[in-house]
């Protein structure tokens, strides 16, 4: 990640979205607000080939209605490249904190 | 200046004092201004009101609601959701058009998507769509957090939109008592008046309102203001002084226990009420739950809302019943794409049973929704506007296909109770015919059809009394039809929560009466006062002295 640093860097990363409904309202509106807090600029797509969409936008990331099961791809560009795209992994890796939240309110989660 | 004072109708008693907001009519329409720049100013400034309501409505609740609300802000907030109209209007399209097409070719794309997750999304981005609709309209989507509302109307979902945990009254120029809003007015004890005539602007400033007598004094004078707020002191010492028995059991002086119910207009209302208050709901009107945009409300939905009523009545260990009334369509509440449009005379015509029983295919998915529910708790099914006994015939074969159905499926259900509303002369005169589980009387349509006089028709109003000695008399033949089959007699319209009306019923032979929840506390206090030995002491008097002479 040393390469994070450097301005205009590409950086590139992918994560398997494990949460029962997917990039669903609140998870996608918790993926824009995180990476509205990095300065650079943020892409998402579900290849590695894109197509890519604003990962800052709620409106484009839910028009792509990935749902459980799909990979998320992020792309990065600018100072703060490597940290934003490793906290957006790791924000789908850790289920957007909601997992349990989910699987006990709407019953219809892996929990059933 | 000096005082002014309207007469209007009362649809909801209780009193009320403050400042008026006026709701500026639904019918406002806008005028495009032909300038692109000035319409792209106009959906940027319509954006921004919307953004700020739904930013001030998320602050102020919790829960889901409160991530929903987050949601469709984030959505609004998106420069990326009014791009494609800010195209359209760069093309000329009026803002409004522009905004509508854009959304609704969004909306679409949710409708179309696999996944019910996502399909579900297309009701928030019809939401943010409308409010911002109204706001390019003019009418402002904005709801007064609290207060006293001054309209023309006042449709349901925007008395549910707005927040009346710190109080209010409505006062409507139009309007009906016996309309959705006056029933949700009436069940959270917020003060109505409609029929007040004339522009509803007019009401603007201070003003008291007495939503039992139906009068509005606009701008009182100091004499007026001090005279009101000693009733209203008198009023909250009574509420006080009944509220203190809130939670025991009814029963009469003579000791006759008297099982006190609760009406129950929209789930919610179940929110912070104590189940103790109550022997069980005597009624849930199940017409709020086909409010919603257009779509009918599915299978789970009705479930889930079945069920966590049925639930409440039971959380305390206590097992209450739960009455639930079959979709009351028609009359003065039309569902769109269900009842008939333009019928010559809507309370006589396809309402309640008769719409069910008319689309079978709506039917079906209420009495699988309720079946289901049925095990969770002591859950009974109500037929509104019974007015032969093949209705219930009819109506029991559904249920009996539906649970058979539910069993093979190996999905969980009970066959609850069937039990009729008692509100047609023909079904009350002849209830001997009617092989129901129980009879619910429902007092506001039995009082109007044998008085042939409708109580939002202010000429004639007086004489819809459920006094009337002819109602009474009908009261007590089913009162004792019930009595001696050993099923429930229940009665469920206003007047079972009207203290000046209980204990003539009680008089006349009934055990059960529902009523709004804040009408509990005064019920209760009025069947304590009630001895039925005096009454019958008095009668044998009258009968003796009679005979002496």
Known sequence: MSDAQVPGVKVSGAAELTNAVGLHARPSVKLTQLAKSFG???EVGLSADGPWVDAKSPVKIMRVKAAKGATLYFRAQGADAGKAVAALVDLVERRFDEEEAEAAGEGSGGAA | MSEVRLQGHSASPGLAAGPVVVLAA????????????????????ALKAAAADIAALAERTGGEAADMLGFQLALIEDDALAEGAFDAIGAGIPADHAWREALNAEIAGYEAAEDEYFRARAADLTDVRDRVLAELNGESAHAPTSGIVAAHDLPPSRFLGMDWSQGGAILLAAGSPTSHVAMLARSRGIPMIVGLGGDPARLAGEVLVDGATGAVVIDPSPETRRAFESRRGEDEVRAAAAATGLKEKAATADGTAIAVLINIAEPDELDGLDPAICDGIGLVRTEFLFHGAGA?????????VYRRM????VSDGVQRAVTIRTLDAGGDKPIAGLTE???SNPFLGVRGIRVSLKHPEVFRVQLRALLRAAVHGPLKVMLPMVTVPEEIEASRRLMSEEFA???AAGVAARQPALGIMVEVPAAAIAIDMFDADFFSIGSNDLTQYITAAARDIGNVAYLADPLNPAVLRMVERVAARGAALGREVSLCGDAGGEPAIIPHLIAAGLRTVSMAPVQVAAAKATIRAVDLRRAAAVEAGAVCQDAGK
């Open chain 2, 310 to 313: 049925v639930e409440w009545a």
């Open chain 2, 26 to 45: 639904r019918t406002a329409s806008r005028q495009a201004t032909g300038d692109p720049v000035r319409e792209a100013e106009a959906l940027r400034a």
């Open chain 2, 296 to 304: 009918l409300p599915d299978e789970e939905h009705q479930y889930s």
């Open chain 2, 341 to 343: 449009d333009g019928e």
């Open chain 1, 40 to 42: 650079a600029a943020i």
């Open chain 2, 405 to 407: 159905a539910l069993n």
